[in-house]
């Protein structure tokens, strides 16, 4: 015995209200999309400055250690006060 199915058709107050809801929600979606990307830019943009400042310090470092190599400074003086390793200096002092 086969049962007739009865098809829901909502009424228009109720689809107006699903409509509605569902506006909120993707307006709410939307801007905290929005949010995200501008937090996310915010930190790679903090995480790209730190690098750079980091960057800078290791190349001022190795103009420091560059230096006193010059001068005549010992290897180990130049680790001590650069903090640069003795690999990394040695490198430079093949370099020249």
Not at 36 to 59: A, D, F
């Given at each position: 015995?086969?049962?007739?199915?009865?098809?829901?058709?909502?009424?228009?107050?109720?689809?107006?209200?699903?409509?509605?809801?569902?506006?909120?929600?993707?307006?709410?979606?939307?801007?905290?999309?929005?949010?995200?990307?501008?937090?996310?830019?915010?930190?790679?943009?903090?995480?790209?400055?730190?690098?750079?400042?980091?960057?800078?310090q290791?190349?001022?470092?190795?103009?420091?250690?560059?230096?006193?190599?010059?001068?005549?400074?010992?290897v180990?003086?130049?680790?001590r006060?650069?903090?640069?390793?003795?690999?990394?200096?040695?490198?430079?002092?093949?370099?020249?």
């Amino acid at each position: 015995m086969r049962q007739s199915r009865v098809k829901y058709i909502p009424s228009i107050e109720v689809k107006d209200h699903f409509e509605k809801k569902l506006k909120t929600i993707h307006q709410a979606f939307k801007e905290e999309i929005k949010l995200t990307k501008k937090q996310s830019k915010e930190k790679g943009k903090k995480q790209g400055r730190q690098e750079g400042i980091r960057i800078g310090q290791e190349k001022g470092k190795m103009e420091i250690a560059k230096s006193m190599l010059q001068e005549g400074d010992p290897v180990e003086k130049i680790i001590r006060i650069t903090g640069l390793s003795i690999k990394q200096v040695e490198q430079l002092n093949q370099v020249d």
